[in-house]
T-cell receptor
Framework: NAGVTQTPKFRVLKTGQSMTLLCAQD?????MYWYRQDPGMGLRLIHY???????AKGEVPDGYNVSRLKKQNFLLGLESAAPSQTSVYFC??????????????FGEGSRLTVL | GEDVEQSLFLSVREGDSSVINCTYT??????LYWYKQEPGAGLQLLTY?????DMKQDQRLTVLLNKKDKHLSLRIADTQTGDSAIYFC??????????FGIGTKLQVIP
């Protein structure tokens, strides 16, 4: 049981380049999330999804796009990377309604550096 | 909006108790959580407490909730070096999102 898997784990980009981070979960969870973690800032929610085909903006959505074409996958895209997007990105998932406790299951993180 | 605050750093000696504190602003919080992050890893849920509870105990962990003061604490008894990590306080008011504090780095001195 892999849980939440993120790829790639490390990436270095030049300013203006684009890339996609992939998150996959095998727990049949309804909800998926992308967070970024920066020193002194904790975790901030970028975008989230409450089901296949749906996405919504979180706290810091600018410069990012997401898609949830399949229930198990949640993609985070950077169309034109900027140095301010240097961060560690975490994907998480949780069950939907029914026995909900809000527990988030996290991937191991993707460290992105934008030069 | 929601806000969760916690101190940045705590240092304790091995075998002592650790107490990590957190305050939150949203009085409609339904669940409050403590997550642990070890170096190079994602967060893992340690424990959670429902808002109508005052205390929850799970082996070495004790969570206290003062809803009137919007204060949450995590006590780790007999702290071990393996407890060294960053501990995040978090709260949830609904299904869609969980709001995290900035994390408290716990250093355990052998």
């Amino acid at each position: 049981n892999a849980g939440v898997t993120q790829t790639p784990k490390f990436r270095v980009l030049k300013t203006g380049q684009s890339m996609t981070l992939l998150c996959a979960q095998d727990m049949n969870h309804e909800y998926m999330y992308w967070y970024r973690q920066d020193p002194g800032m904790g975790l901030r929610l970028i975008h989230y999804s409450v089901g296949e085909g749906t996405t919504a903006k979180g706290e810091v959505p600018d410069g990012y796009n997401v898609s949830r074409l399949k229930k198990q996958n949640f993609l985070l895209g950077l169309e034109s990377a900027a140095p301010s997007q240097t961060s560690v990105y975490f994907c998480a998932s949780s069950r939907g309604t029914g026995g909900y406790t809000g527990e988030l299951f996290f991937g191991e993180g993707s460290r992105l550096t934008v030069l | 909006g929601e806000d969760v605050e916690q101190s940045l750093f705590l240092s304790v000696r091995e075998g002592d108790s650790s107490v990590i504190n957190c305050t939150y602003t949203d009085s409609s919080s339904t669940y409050l959580y403590w997550y642990k992050q070890e170096p190079g890893a994602g967060l893992q849920l340690l424990t959670y407490i429902f808002s109508n509870m005052d205390m929850k105990q799970d082996q070495r962990l004790t969570v206290l909730l003062n809803k009137k003061d919007k204060h949450l604490s995590l006590r780790i008894a007999d702290t071990q070096t393996g407890d060294s990590a960053i501990y995040f306080c978090a709260e949830s008011t609904g299904y869609q999102k969980v709001t995290f504090g900035i994390g408290t780095k716990l250093q355990v001195i052998p």
